[in-house]
């Protein structure tokens, strides 16, 4: 059973370009949750998609955005990048209603800015 | 969601007993209390989770204080593959995780 698959798992983009990070949620579950992993620190709540919508948001500018599709994958947009979006992203699934001991996290995708 | 405390780094022998402790003096009546793992190079993986009695599964062991406000993560018996940074998350909402600065346990053979 193919847990959460996260594409590409490296990326490097120019200062002020776009990027689109893509998950496929394991098997089952219905709910993706984006976080966002700065060099030794935890990871930080960027939004959480649930029947296509985004239902909940943490602290992130609107430069962030995403998208869920009807087979339940998701992907994360970022505009106008800067260099403090380096970092690691990850993508977490989980079934709607199933509180915090249910998420299931990709290895995530390692966007560098340059 | 209520704040969770714990020690930046902990060392310990390999096949010996870890005890990573966590605090949580602000804990509602409502938070779970989960803990996670998230080895080298990978994404966070659940561990185990308790609301007020102590739990067991196949990875861990979860002693949770009578008043709630602290907790221990036990792995009985460390190996390598153990050492990782261990977060310990108040959750009662089923939407986002707060994560802190977590545990970096390290494993000496």
């Known amino acids: 059973d193919a847990g959460v698959t996260q594409s590409p798992t490296h990326l490097i983009k120019t200062r002020g370009q776009q990027v689109t990070l893509r998950c496929s949620p394991k098997?089952?579950?219905?709910?993706v949750s984006w976080y966002q992993q700065a060099l030794g620190q935890g990871p930080q709540f960027i939004f959480q998609?649930?029947?296509?919508?985004?239902?909940q948001r943490g602290n992130f500018p609107d430069r962030f955005s995403g998208h869920q599709f009807p087979n339940y994958s998701s992907e994360l947009n970022v505009n106008a990048l800067l260099l403090g979006d380096s970092a690691l992203y990850l993508c977490?699934?989980?079934?709607?209603?199933?509180?915090?001991?249910?998420?299931?996290f990709g290895s995530g995708t390692r966007l560098t800015v340059v | 969601d209520a704040k969770t405390t714990q020690p930046n780094s902990m060392e310990s022998n390999e096949e010996e007993p870890v005890h990573l402790p966590c605090n949580h003096s602000?804990?509602?009546?409502?938070?779970?209390i989960h803990w996670y793992r998230q080895l080298p190079s990978q994404g966070p993986e659940y561990v185990i989770h308790g609301l007020t009695s102590n739990v067991n599964n196949r990875m861990a062991s979860l002693a949770i204080a009578e008043d709630r406000k602290s907790s221990t993560l036990i792995l009985h018996r460390a190996t390598l593959r153990d050492a990782a940074v261990y977060y310990c998350i108040l959750n009662n909402a089923g939407n986002m995780l707060t994560f802190g600065g977590g545990t970096r346990l390290m494993v000496k053979p």
């Open positions: 998609y649930y029947e296509e919508e985004e239902r």
């Open positions: 602000t804990i509602s009546g409502t938070d779970y």
């Open positions: 977490a699934s989980s079934l709607a209603g199933t509180v915090g001991w249910g998420y299931t």
């Open positions: 098997s089952g579950h219905d709910t």
